[in-house]
T-cell receptor
Framework: GAVVSQHPSWVICKSGTSVKIECRSLDFQATTMFWYRQFPKQSLMLMATSNEGSKATYEQGVEKDKFLINHASLTLSTLTVTSAHPEDSSFYIC????????????FGPGTRLLVL | GQNIDQPTEMTATEGAIVQINCTYQTSGFNGLFWYQQHAGEAPTFLSY??LDGLEEKGRFSSFLSRSTGYSYLLLKELQMKDSASYLC??????????WGAGTKLIIKP
């Protein structure tokens, strides 16, 4: 149990385009989903937390107009990187948590984004 | 401020035992998690401790002492596939996960 999928696993795009990443909880209902970014050889950085049906809460320094998050259902959250630039190239990972906040976060496999 | 400390890198020999320490200072405590992350992959859940003591799960064990803000992950009978980064994360008073920078474990034959 507790499987989280992400799609796509790899994306290469031109500078200025937008990219959408999907995160799905396959066998449980995720009341809360998290989006992280990780640069090579660095630690996980939380970008935002989203609860189903409400607006995402962004961490300090993360532009909400650039990283659009939608958590429309209990099994799906999307992250859209708008007008992507080379500095947005990174490993984007979502995680999902069910029920109470004490529950474990389970991670998706990640999406590697390369902006040319 | 909130802080999680763990060693940057450790080296151990295949078949041996290694202990990865984690110390924390957070505003509140609602549990401590250990995750394993292989290079280029997402983290996978290993263990969760909320009460003091040792939790054993196969070759992996995790220990917690809340009074000293200390935890360790113990890996026994090391295998080459255990080469990975091990992340310590603490759930604070708002149930927000505070992440350590991770310990890169290198296993040598």
């Amino acid at each position: 149990g507790a499987v989280v999928s992400q799609h796509p696993s790899w994306v290469i795009c031109k500078s200025g385009t937008s990219v959408k990443i999907e995160c799905r909880s396959l066998d449980f209902q995720a009341t809360t989903m998290f989006w992280y970014r990780q640069f090579p050889k660095q630690s996980l950085m939380l970008m935002a937390t989203s609860n189903e049906g409400s607006k995402a809460t962004y961490e300090q320094g993360v532009e909400k107009d650039k990283f659009l998050i939608n958590h429309a259902s209990l099994t799906l959250s999307t992250l859209t990187v708008t007008s992507a630039h080379p500095e947005d190239s990174s490993f984007y990972i979502c995680s999902a948590r069910s029920g109470t906040p004490q529950e474990t976060q389970y991670f998706g496999p990640g999406t590697r984004l390369l902006v040319l | 401020g909130q802080n999680i400390d763990q060693p940057t890198e450790m080296t151990a020999t295949e078949g041996a035992i290694v202990q990865i320490n984690c110390t924390y200072q957070t505003s509140g405590f609602n549990g401590l998690f250990w995750y394993q992350q292989h290079a280029g992959e997402a983290p996978t859940f290993l263990s969760y401790n909320v009460l003091d003591g040792l939790e054993e799960k196969g070759r992996f064990s995790s220990f917690l002492s809340r009074s000293t803000g200390y935890s360790y992950l113990l890996l026994k009978e090391l295998q080459m596939k255990d080469s990975a980064s091990y992340l310590c994360a603490v759930s604070d008073s708002n149930y927000q996960l505070i992440w350590g920078a991770g310990t890169k474990l290198i296993i040598k034959p």
